[in-house]
C-alpha cells in the first residue's frame, strides 16, 4: 500500500488549518521543520505543530531538518507529531534519540542526504519503522527530483528485507507523477509531495491520483 503524505512547505502558512482540511484523504501530513543551520532555510518550530495537530485528524510526520534533534524531537511529539523523522547526519546518538522517540509513542524515522550512505546505518534498521531518502538536497520545495539516488532507494529496500523489517521506505524531494513510479519501483512506499500537491488546482484530487500511480 502506498502512503500519501503532503508536504505544507508548499501551502500557505497563513492558512494551514484550511490548507490540511484541503488534502482530505492524505495519509499524513508531512511538516517540515528547518532551523537554518542544518539547512539554509527556516520554517516553523513547536508552537505551530501544536496548533496544527489540534486543527486536523490527519496525523503529522515530522521532518527535523535541524542540529540536535537529540534536544527537540521529544517537544514535538507532546506537542502532537505522531512520528519524527530525524537526520542522522545531525543526531548525536541515533540509536538512542529513535528509542526515546518509540518510547514517547510516536514513530521514529531516520533520513539520510543525498551524498549519505545507507550502508554505515543497516544496524539502527531494527530500531526505526521508517527511513527517509532525499530525493533533493533538504532546504526548499520545488526542486528536480534527483535520480541517480533510485539505487539508493533500492539497496535501502534490499537492506529492510534482508533484515525480515517492516519498514516504511519514504522518499522526499521532487516527488510527482512524472516520477512517482520510479520510486515506487525501486522499493518506496511512503511518498511526499509538495508542490505536485499544493500547486494543483485541486489538492484532494493531486493525492488520490498519486497513490493510484504509485500503487500500479
Ligand atoms: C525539502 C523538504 C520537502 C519539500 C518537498 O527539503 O524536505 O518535504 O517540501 O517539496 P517538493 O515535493 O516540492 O519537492
Ligand atoms: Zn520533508
Redo the contacts with the bound molecule.
Keep these: 500500500m502506498a502512503l500519501i503524505n503532503p508536504?505544507i512547505?508548499?501551502a500557505d502558512f497563513a492558512r494551514l488549518a484550511d490548507e490540511a482540511q484541503a488534502v482530505k484523504g492524505a495519509d499524513w501530513l508531512?511538516v517540515?521543520v528547518m532551523d537554518n543551520h542544518f539547512v539554509p532555510n527556516l520554517t516553523l518550530g513547536v508552537p505551530v505543530v501544536e496548533s496544527l495537530s489540534k486543527a486536523t485528524d490527519t496525523p503529522l510526520d515530522l521532518?527535523l531538518?535541524i542540529e540536535d534533534p537529540d534536544r527537540w524531537a521529544p517537544q514535538y511529539i507532546e506537542a502532537g507529531a505522531g512520528s519524527v523523522t530525524f537526520h542522522v547526519e545531525a543526531a548525536a546518538a541515533p540509536v538512542r534519540l529513535a528509542r526515546e522517540i518509540r518510547a514517547k509513542g510516536a514513530r521514529a524515522s531516520m533520513a539520510l542526504k543525498p551524498a549519505t550512505p545507507i550502508e554505515p546505518y543497516e544496524d539502527l534498521l531494527p530500531e526505526l519503522d521508517m527511513v527517509l531518502i532525499m530525493t533533493?538536497e533538504?532546504?526548499?520545495?520545488?526542486?528536480a527530483f534527483l535520480d541517480i539516488m533510485l539505487p539508493k532507494i533500492r539497496r535501502t529496500r534490499e537492506l529492510i528485507s534482508r533484515h525480515g523489517l517492516q519498514l516504511g521506505l519514504q522518499v522526499?524531494?521532487?516527488?510527482s507523477a512524472a516520477t512517482i513510479e520510479r520510486c515506487a519501483d525501486a522499493g518506496a512506499d511512503v511518498f511526499?509531495?509538495?508542490?505536485?500537491v499544493y500547486g494543483a488546482d485541486d489538492p484532494a484530487k493531486a493525492v488520490r491520483d498519486l497513490r493510484e500511480q504509485a500503487e500500479t
Design positions: 508536504s512547505l508548499s508531512h517540515d521532518h531538518m533533493v533538504p532546504g526548499f520545495g520545488g526542486q522526499d524531494g521532487g516527488v511526499v509531495a509538495g508542490s505536485a
